[in-house]
């Protein structure tokens, strides 16, 4: 397995609060992403890493910032959660990004709940 | 923009007996790359197979195997004498192979094994 870590994996919050999701990773991959999973939605894309502190904006990324100051660490942050952002976090990881010998690897998932 | 279609939102299959999940795409790329992801109740997303549009050879991996039909842009996973513990949501994904970081989900299709 693709030694990846979520944190916190459970969390409950209230309207308006900041909310701060960690993703970490022991592989060393350069590309590091954050997807939310929605009933009948699947897996959409919020925010992806190319490199430390390159970021780029996918497709559900309003309400969303992102940060990674090491490649270890991609931060997601909600700025001032909302109840459209309840849903399942999962971060994911990949070597080079594309190229056809890549894949991503997803980490065990974080439920934020917003009361 | 490319979208993934899974028609089928939820399967069920006897144990022991094989099952076909359909997944079909929509794409004016010819290099491309294809995925199916299986999320047991863990909700750890875990790849299944994976096939590269430009390979004829449809990919196999043990019970699990794909009918990769590139001009009507279908992507079938079969599942060969299912077990109880294939029990899960599967999701088909699509990537860009001109070096896109995207995976982009169906919404998945929720199988039962019956024993």
């Known amino acids: 397995d693709a030694g990846i870590t979520q944190s916190p994996r459970h969390k409950v919050t209230e309207t308006g609060t900041p909310v701060t999701l960690r993703c970490h990773q022991t592989?060393?991959?350069?590309?590091m992403y954050w997807y939310r999973q929605d009933p009948g939605h699947g897996l959409r894309l919020i925010h992806y890493?190319?490199?430390?502190?390159?970021?780029d904006k996918g497709e559900v990324s309003d309400g969303y910032s992102v940060s990674r100051s090491k490649t270890e660490d991609f931060l997601l942050t909600l700025e001032s959660a909302t109840s459209s952002q309840t849903s399942v976090y999962f971060c994911?990881?990949?070597?080079?990004?594309?190229?056809?010998?890549?894949?991503?690897?997803f980490g065990p998932g974080t439920r934020l709940t917003v009361l | 923009a490319q979208t993934v279609t899974q028609s089928q939102p939820e399967m069920s299959v006897q144990e022991a007996e094989t099952v076909t999940l359909s997944c079909t795409y929509d794409?004016?790329?010819?290099?491309?790359?294809l995925f199916w992801y299986k999320q047991p109740p863990s909700r750890q997303m875990i790849l299944v197979i994976r096939?590269?549009?430009?390979?004829?050879q449809n990919a196999t991996e043990n019970r699990f195997s794909v009918n990769f039909q590139k001009a009507a842009k279908s992507f079938s996973l079969k599942i060969s004498d299912s077990q109880l513990g294939d029990a899960a949501m599967y999701f088909c994904?699509?990537?860009?192979?001109?070096?896109?970081?995207?995976?982009?989900f169906g919404k998945g299709t929720k199988l039962t094994v019956n024993p």
């Open positions: 994904a699509y990537r860009s192979g001109g070096g896109s970081e995207k995976l982009v």
């Open positions: 096939q590269e549009a430009y390979k004829q």
């Open positions: 592989e060393n991959h350069r590309y």
């Open positions: 890493s190319y490199g430390v502190k390159d970021t």
């Open positions: 994911a990881i990949s070597e080079y990004g594309g190229g056809r010998t890549d894949t991503q690897y």
């Open positions: 794409t004016s790329e010819s290099d491309y790359y």
